[in-house]
């Protein structure tokens, strides 16, 4: 059994999901940049992923880079998953190592695609506007992410993006200030089909609030989505929380807890 998991705005939170006033208990930093606490989990909900993980496998699943995920510190003392996805399944990392046969398959994929990270670079820099984009990124020559000032960026625009994009057989997501352009044959759920079937995991769960999760919850077992995600809005036939904000990590955790104590109970 395994639970193949999206971090940020699912298991972990900036400080805009949450006010500390309306939280029962302590809130706890799990990631600081530059020396600036970041990302906050509830100290209850580090106690449920602490009961998780030695139940079942826990796999991170993020679109964060190597070095993103690593400034998690919870997973680097207190929780250690043998196995994290990152690049948003362009790469696995086994025991901190990356996993050499799945990235060179993610590698003959590329070259194989119908257009290239440098042609949607391109296609960004002839369409977009200073006033409104801060930066533009190329992970890895995995995608393309863009941060943007979400007041000045045109609407239009960005349906522009995503219906280009779709025509060219990649995922556009826009999440708050960051834009994401990403090939459709590297995703999260792949990835996590390619560890669940490496490990002998015949049922996998998923958590994830974005678009770029659907795939994970749609394909997995059993996935469910926080309220307030993105993907709540397209996807709202899918299992949601009720809790919403940083309180929605501490109901996905227990939903998935009791998934396995149940499954477990109806095989005695």
């Known amino acids: 059994m395994m639970f193949a998991s999206d971090l940020d705005r699912t298991l972990i939170y900036s400080h805009k999901f949450f006010e500390s006033e309306q939280i029962s208990g302590h809130v706890r930093n799990v990631e600081k940049l530059n020396g600036k606490e970041i990302s906050f989990m509830t100290e209850k909900a580090i106690v449920l992923l602490q009961e998780l993980a030695k139940e079942m496998m826990f796999v991170p699943v993020t679109t964060r880079t190597i070095e993103q995920y690593n400034r998690v510190t919870l997973f680097q003392h207190e929780i250690r998953p043998f196995y994290a996805i990152t690049c948003n399944g362009g790469v696995v990392l086994e025991n901190g190592e990356v996993d050499r046969y799945w990235q060179d398959h993610i590698k003959n994929k590329i070259k194989n695609g119908a257009i290239s990270v440098e042609d ?3 296609k960004i820099e002839e ?6 984009l801060k930066s533009i990124r190329v992970v890895d020559q995995f995608f393309v ?3 943007i000032n979400t007041e000045l960026t045109p609407h239009e625009l960005m349906g522009y993006y995503s219906k280009w994009a779709a025509e060219h057989g990649w995922i556009f997501s826009l999440q708050g200030r960051k834009v994401y352009f990403i090939p459709s044959f590297i995703n999260k759920w792949d990835a996590t089909r390619y560890v669940a079937d490496k490990e002998g995991k015949s049922r996998v769960y ?3 609030d974005s678009n770029l999760d659907v795939c994970l919850i749609e394909q997995a077992d059993f996935g469910i989505i926080p309220r307030h995600g993105e993907a709540a809005v397209d996807f709202s036939h899918l299992e949601l929380t009720k809790k919403t904000g940083v309180l929605a990590s501490e109901e996905i955790i227990e939903t ?5 104590r ?3 109970m109806t095989h005695r």
């Open 127 to 132: 369409t977009s506007d200073a006033s409104w």
């Open 120 to 122: 949607v670079k391109r």
């Open 206 to 208: 998923t958590a994830g």
């Open 256 to 260: 998935i807890l009791s998934k396995r």
């Open 145 to 147: 992410y863009l941060v």
């Open 262 to 264: 149940n499954l477990i």
